[in-house]
């Protein structure tokens, strides 16, 4: 049985006045079936972390480096963001794909990294509006799959996020009848490779406009285990009754 994932992506957004909200995260009864992470930017992850420390609440980073250590100014490996507190990290990020020239490969050596340092990789995919209306979208999001799966994945220590480039921070969603036909497609291919047994396990969540107002019907869709909210993750007053809708579905 997969445990439910609420997942908030804070993206470039949060100083320290922000960890109020992640206090309030904190203090929220845990839901007995639903698993609660926020990823905020990477300077506030230690002290996030302290807030959460000894509550349901978990911790997650944004990006990583494929490399444990060396050279690479400005960047941060996946030991430091578990030595901070992490315990997920969200890897290839449709605006790391398009900001920084992420591909797909780049994702899988980091994923790898992730699970090295013991960390669950959140492993984002998605297509654009032109591959959709080009009737592409399911062809492209199995290609960025196979390709930024490492071999290392398991059912635990990796996440699927489906995110329509078109449908983040646009208020634009697809029709769950869509949702479903990706996510069921997506788990299919992981059957594929790694296999069954693992595609059972794995998480696949749905994230791009994710709102309190649309969240129960996205939740009811079959094969959606959860959402990665980027916006409506920002407040806990926005992010508590997604979460709460995600432990109505049981
Ligand atoms: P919004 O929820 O703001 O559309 O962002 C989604 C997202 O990119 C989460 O990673």
Not at 103 to 108: A, C, K
Not at 121 to 131: F, K, R
Request: glycine residues 10%; charged residues 20%; contains cysteine.
């Amino acid at each position: 049985m997969r445990r439910k994932l609420a997942a908030g992506n804070w993206k470039m957004n949060g100083e320290r006045a922000a960890l109020d909200e992640i206090g309030l995260l904190a203090a929220l009864p845990a839901a007995a079936a639903v698993d609660v992470l926020v990823c905020p930017p990477a300077t506030l992850l230690a002290a996030a972390a302290e807030r959460a420390a000894g509550t349901a609440l978990t911790i997650g980073a944004q990006d990583c480096h494929h490399a444990p250590s060396g050279a690479h100014t400005g960047d941060i490996s996946a030991p430091m963001l578990a030595d901070a507190g992490a315990r997920a990290v969200i890897l290839g990020h449709s605006e790391r794909r398009a900001d920084h020239g992420e591909t797909s490969e780049t994702v899988r050596r980091k994923a790898a990294a992730a699970h090295a340092a013991g960390l669950v990789a959140i492993i984002c995919l998605g297509e654009t509006e032109t591959e959709r209306d080009q009737g592409r979208a399911l062809d492209v999001a199995a290609d960025q799959l196979a390709r930024s799966l490492p071999d290392s994945v398991d059912a635990l220590n990796t996440v699927i996020a489906y995110e329509p480039v078109w449908a983040i921070g646009t208020g634009r969603l697809p029709s769950t009848a869509q949702i479903a036909e990706m996510h069921g497609h997506l788990r299919a291919r992981l059957a594929d490779r790694p296999g069954a047994g693992i595609a059972a396990g794995i998480r696949i969540l749905y994230g791009g406009s994710v709102k309190p107002d649309n969240a129960a019907a996205i939740f009811a869709t079959p094969d959606v285990d959860g959402a990665l909210v980027g916006g409506a993750s920002l407040k806990a007053a926005d992010f508590a009754p997604i979460i709460e809708a995600l432990a109505a579905t049981g």
